[in-house]
């Protein structure tokens, strides 16, 4: 029991990983119509620029 726990644990968090990559890399390629409101981004997220 505690074996399959640890394997759904392990998998759900490489689903949330590369759940959260996308979300950046989306965020990250997108810009807001008010600059204002533009949220800061980590200094390591310019690596996933496609632009």
Same mark, same amino acid.
């Given at each position: 029991?505690? %074996?399959?726990?640890?394997? @759904?644990? +392990? %998998?759900?968090?490489?689903?949330?990983?590369?759940?959260?990559?996308?979300? +950046?890399? $989306?965020?990250?390629? $997108?810009?807001?119509?008010?600059? +204002?409101?533009?949220?800061?981004?980590?200094?390591? $997220?310019?690596? @996933?620029?496609?632009?």
């Amino acid at each position: 029991m505690k %074996r399959n726990l640890m394997k @759904l644990s +392990t %998998r759900m968090g490489k689903v949330f990983a590369a759940l959260a990559l996308l979300v +950046t890399v $989306s965020n990250v390629n $997108s810009t807001c119509m008010f600059i +204002t409101h533009q949220p800061e981004l980590p200094a390591d $997220s310019k690596k @996933l620029r496609k632009f």
